[in-house]
């Protein structure tokens, strides 16, 4: 029997019986104290754990043995499960713990609940395929989750659609068991097609299983967040859980160039030059379109729109920026005012939800809303014809060796290492001295080498803001501990972050 | 047959006559309403008017059909949308607790869009159609009609004609209904091939093996490919076409064909030349499929999965007028597919023309009828619901009463079980 030499004390947990299981749903919350020291603790590592997992897996691919390796390590190093078949009660607890933490600090925005889902789920993937066919079995079904496996007969009959369907997957046989789902249980495999369909259930291999499983995490876990926002009022009245949860949550965003200390530093003459000098690959392409065509889909104006604004466009700027572009097209004025205005007012929060929508980050822009016909957005380092971007890189001027590297860099999938080289190549450095992971962040690091025009600040205050915002609110007496506290976090959180910046990935 | 001449700045004057003569609404709110097996269905049901001078207004509701027509009479809207059915009415939303109006559910939809197929076609572009390019239309209804009903296990597929450029699917099915936006996005993906936009050139890469959904696909494709691409397409006959085509090519099999062409100009010939290369191929190391890939990004199906994946998503009603074209958004029959015409669909302006013609024919029929009296209070009721039946929309209003029929067959289902859980005698 171990005994964990910490500072607990207590000789045997009775809690600890809770933690049998390797893997868990999250179905239950933890019901237990802890200190509040724990719970800072416990959560500033869970986060670290899935920032880890975000970066992982946009660098690396997700089944591979580097994506494996890095996880594990970053497991073990974080004090989290990393071995199934090892009892480790109070790591499993901590997992416990940390995940249903950060679910109240993800909870609140679709943006936030998002990347929570996305990561936990990664997670889980990782965790759920390193335990043993016997301990997947059991986990199906102390969660409930009875399918129901296909005859020999049916078998026989649909062969050469079950063989024909599974190529992404290895070693299926018809030997094995084929379970027949509906198909709303397995969307992720109906999503890529690595699944025969027929009269809307979903055929899939014993192998495949682990889909299943995390379509149900998914969707639960979705479900709970919805719940989770719900009571987040009486949350956030604990004077002692707000700044850190409101810390935990922004330290995701980390920088959001919403722009808002910029406003009306560009001037619309500047920005055809400065597409040329200081905008990051994307967002060149899409000015060029935008001047050539007199147009942008939708997709395109977002994206483009959003990051003019973090750039420090005011509304009446961007108004007439639109205007004057779509006008030179088949709009005319009066159509534009009632057509796309609304679009720009919205996205400047005067619409709508009023939401005050952030430039989107590398991130997003590879990840989501991928460009289709007659669309210029997306990241030209992850969405276009590795042909057509030599040409471009080229037409840009970029010497061939670094073209080479560059495409190096693309076929490894390393997008945003591309731009990064993009930018030292275009700007003549050696070291670009930064991690790039948002197209904002690359105008205001070329703006800051050209020595440039106005005043572009970084934005490194959001710690100390927060902190302001939260001993705005609330009665004098108790902030005094609180704002101990957030400072506390706040230097611990701005730590996270420069330990990410300066991660090579 | 040609349409009347439609003269968009007639709209007004036509829409009256429309709404108050012509729209189905019978069948509409019959449609809409899923045999009230669920409460409230059809008062919860989001529908987005364009008024005049673009006036656009969301969050329409209404209680009763009665209610749909007088409001639409009264508004004359030159465009309807239709939108989710939330868990309020929809024109009471700001009354609702912040968070709690949600949309819950609405039919799958699809809407496949010509411009999409710009970069494969050259008799037109934009927002022109033409015969030759419709064929596009064609093909993606039957595939996407075959995998919607075979692969997902969906029955009420209502096509639709946008009145422009384009078709629209409302899949009624309830299970489509109750569809999460993962869940659509999810549909909308496994039927998406085409990948890619200007800064792509090959859009399609196909790898061994391949899906019985992509083989199926490509049966109907293979149908089609011949008459359209090779001869009313001409792809392999002008040179910037056979360039375009040549670019999908691995670049050794390209510079092979290349020198093949010169000696051969007959698209069919030289189509059978580059299946012949594809097929030599593949008995080396790898299977090749260009001739496959070549086939699907001419042909396959491109939808806008955007429209697809939201719950709330507001799309183009049936039976909504195109204000630039004038034509009614009328539901196509499957059974006549490859004959169906988009020049053909009757305009507003016709519509109403015919009408117009009708009215002295009436008037005798009606002094003939000797039960003239005791009917008098419901002809004007009956008149009006016939009267579609008298114009060119007749057709199209009756395949619409087929589709309802198949679809109240499941609710008559779903009714009864209702009531027995219920206990109700």
Known sequence: ?505 | MSSSDYDPACLPDLLPLYYRRLFPFAQYYRWLSYGGVQKSYFQNREFSFTLKDDIYVRYQSFSTQNELEKEMQKMNPYKIDIGAVYSHRPNQHNTVKSGSFQALEKELVFDIDMTDYDDVRSCCSAADICSKCWTLMTIAIRILDRALRDDFGFQHLLWVYSGRRGVHCWVCDEAARKLSAAARSAVAEYLSLVKGGEENVKKIVLTDPIHPFIGESLSVVEHYFPQYALQEQDILGRRESVDKVLALVPEDVRRELQQFFQNERNPEKRWKLIKDQARAKQTTAKKRHFDKEIMLQYCYPRLDINVSKGVNHLLKSPFSVHPKTGRISVPIDLKDLDKFDPFAVPTISLICEELDQLKPEEEQTKSEDSKEKENEKDTAEKRKNRDYKRTSLAKYVKHFDQFLDGLARSWKGELLRKSDLQKEF
């Not at chain 1, 390393?414 to 990064?420: G, M, S, T």
């Not at chain 1, 930064?434 to 070329?446: A, G, M, V």
């Open chain 1, 1 to 505: 029997m171990q005994f964990a030499s910490r500072k607990k004390k207590l000789v045997s947990n009775p809690k600890t019986e809770l933690y049998t299981e390797p893997l868990q749903f999250y179905g239950q919350p933890p019901l237990e104290n802890i200190s509040l020291s724990e719970f800072e603790a416990f959560a500033v590592d869970r986060l670290r754990l899935l920032k880890t997992v975000e970066n992982s897996g946009v660098s690396m691919v997700k089944r591979g043995d580097d994506y494996k390796k890095k996880l594990e390590s970053e497991l073990k190093a974080l004090d989290f499960p990393y071995r199934e078949d090892v009892e480790e009660p109070e790591k499993r607890r901590k997992d416990h713990i940390s995940h249903f933490i950060l679910r109240l600090a993800y909870c609140q925005t679709e943006d936030l609940r998002r990347w929570f889902i996305q990561q936990e789920v990664d997670l889980f993937r990782h965790r759920f395929k390193g335990l043993s066919p016997k301990q997947k079995l059991e986990f199906l079904h102390k969660n409930n989750l009875q399918y129901n496996t296909i005859s020999g007969e049916e078998k026989e009959q649909l062969k050469n659609e079950l063989l024909n369907s599974s190529h992404g997957v290895s070693g299926v046989s018809l030997e094995h068991d084929f379970y027949k789902v509906p198909f709303q249980d397995a969307l992720d495999l109906v999503r890529t097609r690595k699944v025969y369909l027929k009269e809307g259930y979903a055929y899939i291999p014993q192998s495949e299983i682990v889909a299943i499983v995390l379509n149900d995490f998914r969707t639960r876990l979705s479900k709970a967040l919805a719940l989770t926002a719900r009571s987040l009022p009486a949350v956030h009245s604990d004077e002692r859980l707000q700044p850190l949860l409101n810390h935990l949550s922004h330290s995701y965003f980390g920088q959001d160039y919403s722009g808002q200390k910029n406003v009306g530093k560009i001037s619309l003459e500047q920005i055809d030059s400065l597409a040329g000098k200081s905008f990051p690959l994307c967002m060149r392409q899409l000015h060029k379109a935008l001047r050539e065509n007199h147009h942008l889909r939708y997709g395109g104006r977002m994206q483009y729109g959003l990051f003019l604004k973090g750039i420090g466009l005011s509304l009446e700027q961007a108004l007439q920026f639109w205007k004057m572009e779509f006008i030179q097209g088949k709009v005319d004025a009066d159509k534009f005012d009632k057509a796309f205005a609304y679009n720009i007012r919205h996205m400047f929060g005067k619409e709508g939800k009023r939401a005050d929508y952030t430039p989107y980050s590398c991130m997003k822009v590879i990840l989501s809303n991928p460009p289709s016909q007659g669309d210029y957005h997306g990241c030209p380092f992850r969405h276009s014809d590795p042909e057509l971007l030599k040409q471009k890189l080229q037409f840009y001027k970029v010497s061939p060796s670094g073209v080479n590297q560059i495409l190096e860099l693309v076929k490894g999938m390393h997008y945003q290492l591309a731009c990064q080289k993009y930018f030292e190549l275009t700007h003549n450095v050696e070291d670009s001295a930064f991690s790039l992971s948002h197209p904002n962040q690359y105008f205001i690091e070329s703006q800051k080498l050209l020595g440039g025009g106005k005043d572009v600040k970084r934005e490194t205050e959001t710690p100390q803001r927060s902190q302001e915002n939260s001993a705005a609110k609330g009665p004098a007496a108790a902030r005094e501990p609180a704002a101990v506290e957030s400072q506390h976090l706040a230097e611990m959180t701005a730590n996270l972050e420069t330990d990410f910046l300066k991660t090579d990935f």
